[in-house]
């Protein structure tokens, strides 16, 4: 099955027990030219069978379920024919701690069941979870060719919305004029993120910089992500609060559908939790807390832009380095999806390109490189 521009359509498996979220998804995933729904299963049997025959690009799974339960299908899933998956569940909090096994099983991403108490949030879940389905069909869990996708764009640039712009010169003035502090650690990524992250911080001793990450995941679910994260790392991590003080030993998390930003309270830093409109298609978005960093901190921060479709992040790490901090993109070998590290080396953002085992080492390394480097 071919779209209008002749390119071969993502196949969609959708299995959940709830007959009206099939069919609100099969809606949504169906609208986009660029998706088909090849099937619908109510459990992980019938979805089994479907997937003797065909199998899919993307399959969205639920994960409480009658006869097997998803996490459960999608281990043996992983173990036997591993398939991009993405979990679809509900917002509680237990529902939010089985998002955490599954991701560490293998799901590539996670979005909250369709909302639809009224057309303006059945629009957002609609784009959302499209955007997931085509990053997903790109994630590498198996030997496949990545399929072309054409590029979003956007009709504003929202990230001015929340943080304005840095000309060259302003740019300049900052990379001179904000006075040296402790440094600022930044990172930023997407699908396949939670694991990359999991994998970045293990390597961070207790007492490290302060740092700030921003993880796309849905409101819900970013606080037991952040305990997840707390129970491997040394570092203390916790979802962000609006006024927390940025301090070393401490890692914050965005949380979900809220922006982060970095505000410099003089010898201090503090974070800034607000609503706003999507940047980049996302709240939170890189871009915001990248471009908040660069004016906040300038040569002080040191920012990591990993896995994840599309360009959130580009932006803001480039004028992160145009205003005297260090920049490091996920090279695309160690990448589940290589989209916004590419665009961020793409436009010059990046000052180090690394696999992703060396790139705590280097957020802690205190020498600046000379010029852009390829490890």
């Known amino acids: 099955m071919t779209d209008s521009h002749g390119d071969a359509k993502i196949r969609a498996l ?128 198996r030997s496949r060719k990545p399929r072309a996708m054409k590029a979003t764009v956007e009709a504003k640039n929202l990230a001015d919305v929340m943080i304005p712009s840095i000309s060259p010169e302003r740019a300049e003035k900052l990379k001179l004029s904000i006075p040296a502090t ?62 927390d003080l940025v301090r070393p030993g401490q890692v914050l998390i965005a949380p979900g559908n809220h922006h982060m930003m970095l505000r410099r309270a003089g010898s201090r ?3 800034t ?14 871009d915001v807390l990248f471009r908040s960093a660069a ?7 040191v920012a990591a832009i990993l896995t994840g479709m599309g360009d959130d992040g580009a932006r803001g790490l480039l004028e992160i380095r145009q205003t005297g901090g260090r920049t490091i993109a996920q090279n695309e070998e160690t990448c589940v999806v290589f989209g916004m590290p590419k665009e961020a080396i793409d436009r010059g953002g990046a000052e180090t390109i690394l696999p992703l085992g060396r790139i705590g080492g280097e957020l802690l390394s205190p020498t600046k490189p000379a010029r852009t480097k390829v490890a």
Do not use: W
């Open 295 to 301: 004016q906040a901190a300038g040569p002080n921060v």
């Open 269 to 271: 830093y503090t974070v």
């Open 182 to 243: 402790e440094p600022v650690l930044c990172i930023g990524a997407s699908t396949g993120g939670t694991e990359a992250l999991a994998a970045v911080l293990a390597t961070l001793p207790a007492d490290c910089p302060a740092m700030l990450v921003v993880q796309h995941m849905p409101e819900g679910f970013t606080a037991a992500f952040a305990r997840r994260l707390d129970g491997l790392c040394a570092p203390r991590v916790a979802e962000a609060r609006d006024g």
């Open 14 to 141: 959708i299995v959940d027990d709830s007959a009206s979220v099939r069919s609100v998804l099969s809606t949504i995933l169906n609208g986009d030219p660029e998706i088909e729904v090849m099937g619908a299963a109510a459990d992980a049997y019938a979805a089994a069978e479907i997937i003797r025959g065909e199998v899919p690009d993307v399959m969205f799974l639920d994960i409480e379920m009658p006869r097997m339960d998803g996490l459960t299908f999608l281990k043996k899933i992983m173990a036997q024919r591993p398939i991009p998956v993405v979990i679809c569940s509900s917002l509680t909090e237990e529902g939010s701690d089985m998002m955490m096994q599954a991701l560490a099983a293998g799901a590539v991403d996670v979005v909250t069941k369709p909302k639809v108490h009224t057309a303006q949030h059945l629009r957002e879940s609609a784009m959302t979870i499209c955007d997931v389905a085509k990053a997903a069909a790109h994630a590498r869990v």
């Open 273 to 286: 939790v607000a609503a706003g409109p999507p940047v980049c298609r996302h709240r939170p978005s890189v």
